[in-house]
T-cell receptor
Framework: ETGVTQTPRHLVMGMTNKKSLKCEQH?????MYWYKQSAKKPLELMFV???????ENNSVPSRFSPECPNSSHLFLHLHTLQPEDSALYLC??????????????FGDGTRLSIL | TQLLEQSPQFLSIQEGENLTVYCNSS?????LQWYRQEPGEGPVLLVT?????EVKKLKRLTFQFGDARKDSSLHITAAQTGDTGLYLC????????????FGTGTRLTIIP
């Protein structure tokens, strides 16, 4: 139990579907992150939220739309995805105030498959 | 772009053997974190090193941060099957930016 819960754990969707990934953290952290993990590629940072404000968008295509209604919840809205978007999507959270020195706590990810 | 290269990319050894994996960069980081990720799970933090030359031990795992804070190593003594997993290093900066730069990863398999 890491304190970061992601749902669903697995998702299969067609390219024309719209779905959302959800992340919830129970650690009292103020920073939350979305990462994409593909085979044979390093972990790719997608978005960073700090106190509900987006502070990083790592040139992510607009078919991925994040939402952070409060410091405990993070969503990733998906629409018209491509087959190359199939990957493990990981959410993480951390304390803020010391930059990248803070450890990040990860959820177990959503395994996304695009048909 | 800050890049963290890990080597080897894959490593498969017998239980009981020793091993070292490396994390190298041309950039300076204020801290270096090591994570282990097991199948079906997210990465879990093993250790954070923050001082150049620092050595930290976690049971059979020894972590070292390079003097120039550009590289790090992880040494495992007497590997066990429970050490199997993907090992990720991640570099952090001190101020103004919460993000980590993750390495390319080393996939370790310990054979019983």
């Amino acid at each position: 139990e890491t304190g970061v819960t992601q749902t669903p754990r697995h998702l299969v969707m067609g390219m024309t579907n719209k779905k959302s990934l959800k992340c919830e953290q129970h650690l009292g952290h103020n920073a939350m992150y979305w990462y994409k993990q593909s085979a044979k590629k390093p972990l790719e940072l997608m978005f960073v939220y700090n106190f509900k404000e987006q502070t990083e968008n790592n040139s992510v295509p607009s078919r991925f739309s994040p939402e952070c209604p409060n410091s405990s919840h993070l969503f990733l809205h998906l629409h018209t995805l491509q087959p190359e978007d199939s990957a493990l999507y990981l959410c993480a959270s951390s304390q803020t105030g010391q930059g990248g020195n803070q450890p990040q706590h990860f959820g177990d990810g959503t395994r996304l498959s695009i048909l | 772009t800050q890049l963290l290269e890990q080597s080897p990319q894959f490593l498969s050894i017998q239980e009981g053997e020793n091993l070292t994996v490396y994390c190298n960069s041309s950039s300076v980081f204020s801290s270096l974190q090591w994570y282990r990720q097991e199948p079906g799970e997210g990465p879990v933090l093993l250790v954070t090193v923050v001082t150049g030359g620092e050595v930290k031990k976690l049971k059979r795992l020894t972590f070292q941060f390079g003097d120039a804070r550009k590289d790090s190593s992880l040494h495992i003594t007497a590997a066990q099957t429970g050490d199997t997993g993907l090992y990720l290093c991640a570099g952090g900066r001190s101020f103004g930016n919460e993000k980590l730069t993750f390495g390319t990863g080393t996939r370790l398999t310990i054979i019983p």
